[in-house]
């Protein structure tokens, strides 16, 4: 009777498995630009104090499909780039929770797995995050076809240091760091920053700067990341999300980029928390409100969201 149970037990959870697993497309399909080959280099996965999983080592990059349900399907799509400081990855709660939440409003999300920048994998560890995520663009775009969706409303979201990258998409999009020979536009319809890293010049002794680009900062490699300094009149249009109380990434970032935005006549919406730290992705245990419906109202007001 219990190997009956247990039977039973053991297939409900593969079926589970089955029901909740996603689409995984490596991100290129041959060489990786700018690989350095080092077998020793392996991807490791552990559950911070926090409960949730994060990624760490990460040199073979990834999407990650989450469908929608075809009646809610509406044709908009995200590319979320999860934080983690550009040493480890929050690829649950800066992830997939965000992506499921996307589903259930219609809009189809891929999780990006960047590489974190290290010299052991690659030739220029700070520039290989910004081509994994101008070749996700490039791959959603290319086959929006495929997903069924409009390919004049696919964004970029992303959280902390991944909101960094993000960021660095929406303004660096007009040259291309990959190989687009069909050149397809690499500029996000639209951004989502959670409680983004913008600059670094302010903040240089943060991790995600020396993880990115040190210890030897370069001037102009400083200024190239500190994405503020490249918003102009074509820098899709933004929501930011930021605590005041957070002490990782200073509430300055997220109103700096914020000015910029505004200075170049670039729509933009910001909202702003008195407390809630960092990291909180969709909880912020500080505060009742849902800051998500407030994205898919913005999302709904500036035709992101046209069903």
Same mark, same amino acid.
């Given at each position: 009777?219990?190997n009956?149970?247990?039977?039973?037990?053991?297939?409900?959870?593969?079926?589970?498995?089955?029901?909740?697993?996603?689409t995984?497309?490596?991100?290129?399909?041959?060489t990786?630009?700018?690989? *350095?080959?080092?077998?020793?280099?392996i991807?490791?996965?552990h559950?911070?104090?926090d409960?949730?999983?994060?990624?760490?080592?990460?040199?073979?990059?990834?999407?990650?499909?989450f469908l929608?349900?075809k009646?809610?399907?509406?044709?908009?799509?995200?590319?979320?780039?999860?934080?983690?400081?550009?040493?480890?990855?929050?690829?649950?709660?800066?992830?997939?929770?965000?992506?499921?939440?996307?589903?259930?409003?219609? *809009?189809?999300?891929?999780?990006l797995?960047?590489?974190?920048?290290?010299?052991? *994998?690659?030739?220029?560890?700070?520039i290989?995050?910004?081509?994994?995520?101008?070749?996700?663009?490039?791959?959603?775009?290319?086959?929006?076809?495929?997903?069924?969706?409009?390919p004049?409303?696919?964004?970029?979201?992303?959280?902390?240091?991944?909101g960094?990258?993000?960021?660095?998409?929406?303004?660096?999009?007009?040259?291309?760091?990959?190989?687009?020979?069909?050149?397809?536009?690499?500029?996000p319809?639209?951004?989502v920053?959670?409680?983004?890293?913008?600059?670094?010049?302010?903040?240089s002794?943060?991790s995600?700067?020396?993880?990115?680009?040190?210890?030897?900062?370069?001037?102009e490699?400083?200024?190239?990341?500190?994405?503020?300094?490249?918003?102009?009149?074509?820098?899709?249009?933004?929501?930011?999300?930021?605590?005041?109380?957070d002490?990782?990434v200073?509430?300055?970032?997220?109103i700096?980029?914020?000015?910029?935005?505004i200075?170049?006549?670039?729509?933009a919406?910001?909202?702003?928390?008195?407390?809630?730290?960092?990291?909180?992705?969709?909880?912020?245990?500080?505060?009742?409100?849902?800051?998500?419906?407030?994205?898919i109202?913005?999302?709904?007001?500036?035709?992101?969201?046209?069903?």
């Amino acid at each position: 009777m219990i190997n009956m149970k247990l039977k039973l037990l053991f297939s409900l959870c593969f079926l589970f498995k089955l029901a909740t697993a996603q689409t995984v497309i490596p991100l290129y399909e041959g060489t990786i630009p700018g690989a *350095i080959k080092d077998d020793s280099y392996i991807e490791k996965q552990h559950v911070g104090e926090d409960g949730k999983r994060y990624l760490s080592f990460v040199s073979k990059p990834t999407l990650t499909v989450f469908l929608p349900s075809k009646e809610k399907a509406n044709g908009t799509a995200v590319v979320i780039c999860p934080g983690g400081g550009y040493q480890v990855l929050a690829v649950e709660h800066e992830g997939e929770e965000l992506a499921k939440r996307f589903n259930d409003y219609g *809009i189809t999300a891929f999780v990006l797995k960047y590489r974190l920048p290290s010299s052991a *994998i690659m030739e220029d560890k700070a520039i290989g995050p910004l081509q994994d995520v101008q070749q996700a663009l490039l791959m959603v775009r290319k086959d929006a076809a495929k997903w069924k969706l409009d390919p004049n409303r696919i964004g970029i979201v992303g959280a902390s240091a991944g909101g960094h990258l993000a960021a660095s998409a929406g303004v660096h999009f007009e040259k291309s760091y990959i190989d687009n020979q069909q050149k397809v536009n690499l500029r996000p319809d639209f951004m989502v920053l959670l409680y983004p890293r913008i600059s670094l010049v302010i903040g240089s002794e943060s991790s995600s700067a020396k993880n990115l680009l040190g210890p030897d900062f370069k001037k102009e490699r400083m200024e190239f990341f500190s994405v503020d300094k490249y918003v102009t009149s074509n820098t899709p249009a933004t929501f930011l999300l930021h605590a005041t109380d957070d002490p990782v990434v200073k509430v300055e970032h997220s109103i700096l980029f914020y000015q910029a935005l505004i200075d170049k006549k670039v729509p933009a919406e910001m909202h702003l928390y008195k407390a809630g730290g960092h990291g909180f992705g969709l909880n912020n245990k500080m505060s009742t409100d849902d800051w998500f419906l407030r994205l898919i109202n913005w999302l709904k007001d500036s035709r992101f969201i046209v069903k």
